[in-house]
């Protein structure tokens, strides 16, 4: 009897060593920091004092996320807010335009609205930050790093730990390519050979990104832009659900993409490059299909009319203003670019295995 006893309370006490070890392994960051390249999609603050109309500090956005309005281009929270959470980090990453040297430690978010892998990408917007100049951000960035930490050695290694993840292109297209009254590009290249030099420069950028000291690097390829209700609105669609050859334009981006991914793991000896295959991921498990239409009121940009009453119910819709997917669609992209449920979704690592790999 006694000794039954003995085993029972030993068995609880297994069980909840078990549960508290649980709960430790959640809390335990997967990496020591995460570091954010993009545009809008991504974009948590940066453009809010720039000279742009590509900003999103304004009510109805953020009317899902607790402290209210940020800068962020959606109801709540970004895919690299939730990829973030998912690598257990526990506060979000800040945005450039305001870290401090103790937040620089965990991460730095240099995403800018209307920014493109093209320097004159947006411009018809006003100021951006566009890739090129993130990667100079970034650059200030390892030198405060450095300083802080008195050990050159100490800081390489630490920013080898890190996890980046880089997501750009849809402007490029958006506000580049799409509009031949404005740039010169949709005018004077074919979608092959335009998606063939954006690949060459963007190649340039992501061996910068690992010269200075990236290793774990997750590209997200395009998604289908076609599909926005912004872009449906301005081409039509002729009957299709979305705008066809704006996503036979941007799939020519994406087949480019993942064999630069290839040769980036190959040329660069420590490179740990992963595609994130978003047209993959937003291809519903179940075969749902939700309707291409905006949560909120439309201005003529597509962005979300000032202080206007959005959608009640929000977890329904793919889009919160005509161009950005809402906190319910963010999350998504994020689980399945973190945990892959389809062979296809990231290759050759999702971000949880990227970020247990040791370089
Ligand atoms: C600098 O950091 C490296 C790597 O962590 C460590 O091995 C080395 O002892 C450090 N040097 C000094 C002077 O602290
Ligand atoms: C888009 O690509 C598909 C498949 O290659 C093709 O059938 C279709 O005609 C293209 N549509 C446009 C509008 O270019
Ligand atoms: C992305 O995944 C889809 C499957 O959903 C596949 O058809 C497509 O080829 C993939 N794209 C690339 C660039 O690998
Ligand atoms: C995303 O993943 C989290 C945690 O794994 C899960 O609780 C949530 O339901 C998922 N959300 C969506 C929209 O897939």
């Known amino acids: 009897m006694a000794s039954k006893l003995v085993l029972l309370f030993r068995f609880l006490i297994i069980v909840a060593l078990m549960q508290f070890q649980t709960v430790i392994t959640i809390a335990q960051p997967q990496v020591p920091c995460y570091f954010i390249f993009g545009d809008s999609l991504v974009d948590n603050g940066n453009n809010n004092r720039l000279r742009t ?5 304004y009510s109805p956005y953020g009317i899902d996320f607790p402290p209210g309005v940020t800068g962020r281009f959606t109801n709540g929270l970004t895919s690299a807010d939730i990829i973030g959470q998912l ?70 290694e630490y920013l080898k730990k890190c996890i980046y993840t880089v ?33 060459r420069k963007y190649s340039l950028q992501l061996r910068r990104l690992y010269n200075l000291g ?30 066809e050859s704006i996503n036979n334009a941007t799939m020519l981006f994406n087949v480019r993409l993942k064999p630069l991914i290839d040769d980036l793991n190959n ?52 889009w919160y203003d005509g161009y950005h997917p809402t ?8 689980n399945r670019s973190y945990t892959a449920l389809s062979p296809t979704d990231a290759s050759p690592y999702d971000i949880s295995r990227l970020a247990q790999l040791t370089v």
């Open 53 to 57: 109309e590509a900003k999103a500090n």
């Open 87 to 156: 690598l257990g980090l526990t506060d979000f990453i800040p945005p450039f335009a305001t870290a401090t040297n103790q937040e620089i430690i965990r991460g730095v978010n240099y995403a800018s609205g209307a920014a493109g892998i093209r320097d004159d990408t947006g411009r018809e917007l006003g100021d951006r930050i566009s890739l090129d100049r993130q990667l100079l951000n970034h650059a200030t960035i390892v030198s405060r790093l450095s300083l802080l930490q008195r050990n050159r050695t100490f800081t390489n």
């Open 167 to 199: 997501n750009m292109g849809s402007n490029d297209y958006i506000n580049n390519y799409l509009m031949p009254e404005e740039y010169i590009a949709g005018r004077i290249y074919t979608p092959d050979r335009f998606a063939e030099l954006l690949i």
């Open 214 to 243: 990236a290793r774990k690097i997750a590209v997200f390829g395009l998604g289908f832009l076609g599909c926005t209700p912004a872009e449906i609105a301005r081409f039509g669609t002729n009957g299709e659900p979305c705008v």
């Open 267 to 318: 040329d660069l000896p420590q490179g740990r490059f992963t595609f994130i295959n978003v047209t993959s991921i937003s291809t519903p498990e179940d075969g749902v299909v939700l309707p291409n239409v905006p949560c909120c009121q439309l201005r003529s940009d597509g962005q979300c009319v000032p202080n206007s009453i959005p959608c009640p119910d929000r977890n329904l819709f793919i």
């Open 327 to 334: 906190q319910v669609a963010n999350t998504v992209l994020a």
